[in-house]
């Protein structure tokens, strides 16, 4: 199935290392990141959910629950917990989905054939707290992701949401953003951004990160 951005993201049950995660429920009000891994006793992989499990604050401060997926069973799931938290030291704190029957990798399209027909690549889902998919991004097996990236789209989407704003290239937390073309009210526009706004052109207009 594809799942483009805006659609639902689709539910299921599955077993985790922390107990039967019935998706939509266990998201609750939260934004969700379900992301995937090729298979257990990788070596990117070990080191991309060494480094989620550091990220515990990060992810928590911005109402984010995480989710992993991996093909192989919750056994093989446990002996390789043992070992990222020995290698990357520190604790895997979040479920890791034993998708052996591939339910939440082929829901999802995580299986690229022409990439390799039994492996997942890399793919992360982020969905917001109504259960819409709000970003997708696909990698390699073998390049390991950037979560920093990760966090910088979940703060440029929770900015949007809450303010009416976009982000430019290469945005960062705390530089300037831009104003969404379709507020054009300038009323509204001064109650909405106090700090004020450049007029660059009528369509680019920049202002300070509102909730900085
Ligand atoms: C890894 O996670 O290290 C990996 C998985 C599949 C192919 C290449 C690397």
Not at 20 to 40: N, Q, V
Not at 97 to 125: C, E, G, Q
Not at 141 to 156: Q, W, Y
Not at 187 to 208: A, H, N
Request: charged share 25%; proline share 7%; hydrophobic share 35%.
């Amino acid at each position: 199935m594809t799942l483009r951005l805006g659609d639902i993201a689709p539910d299921f049950t599955q077993q985790s290392t922390q107990g039967e995660i019935a998706f939509h429920a266990w998201t609750g009000d939260s934004w969700a990141i379900l992301y995937s891994h090729p298979r257990d006793f990788t070596p990117v992989c070990t080191t991309e959910l060494g480094y989620t499990a550091k990220l515990a604050d990060a992810f928590a401060q911005r109402n984010v629950k995480v989710l992993a997926v991996s093909v192989d069973d919750l056994e093989s799931h446990q002996r390789w917990v043992g070992d990222i938290n020995e290698t990357q030291n520190t604790t895997v704190n979040f479920p890791i989905l034993a998708d052996s029957d591939r339910k939440v990798a082929d829901l999802y399209d995580m299986i690229h054939p022409n990439a390799n027909t039994t492996l997942t690549v890399r793919s992360v889902f982020i969905i917001d707290p109504a259960k819409k998919i709000r970003a997708t991004i696909t990698y390699p097996a073998s390049t390991g992701r950037n979560f920093e990236e990760i966090l910088r789209v979940i703060d440029s989407l929770q900015l949007t949401d809450g303010y009416s704003v976009a982000t430019p290239v290469n945005w960062e937390d705390g530089d300037d953003v831009i104003i969404v073309p379709s507020l054009q009210d300038p009323e509204e526009l001064k109650k909405r951004f106090p700090k004020g706004y450049t007029t660059i052109k009528p369509y680019l207009r920049i202002t300070p990160q509102p909730n900085r």
